[in-house]
């Protein structure tokens, strides 16, 4: 993943202080797991229904992050989610909690469009 973000900066202009991992499910366990491995090169993190893996709450995490959960409460992992913001607020991370209806599913675009102006007004 590291290696990875190297060539999107390289081929791209980034604000290295606003980088933003993002991820729907295991997508989103993977956006926690690059901000625990890489935290100098994570600033946010957008979790849509997925959990934190409950190792990375060992050993160490990185401290003062921000968090957007998009959590649907008929989502089996919703209390998993509901555990992880109150583990990184412990850290802390300032969170947004966002809820839509659907389970677990990709969130609509609406509650999308409400994390990133959320973040815009955060990450200054």
């Known amino acids: 993943m590291e290696a990875e973000l190297n060539d999107v900066e390289n081929a791209f202009v980034i604000d290295t202080t606003r980088v933003i991992f993002t991820g729907i ?16 090169r994570v600033r946010a993190i957008v979790i849509n229904t997925g959990m934190m893996e409950a190792t990375f709450m060992t050993g160490g995490y990185p401290e003062g992050k921000i968090v957007v959960f998009l959590a649907s409460p008929t989502d089996f992992r919703y209390a ?3 555990r992880d913001r109150s583990f990184l607020e412990q850290h802390h991370w300032k969170s947004h909690w966002i809820e839509f209806a659907g389970g677990h599913t990709m969130a609509p675009a ?3 469009e409400q994390a990133a102006e959320w973040l815009d007004e955060n990450l200054r």
């Not at 997508?27 to 935290?39: D, I, L, Q, R, W």
């Open 25 to 40: 499910s295991g997508g989103g366990m993977g956006a926690h797991a690059v901000s625990k491995f890489f935290p100098s």
């Open 110 to 112: 609406a509650v999308y």
């Open 80 to 82: 998993e989610m509901k």
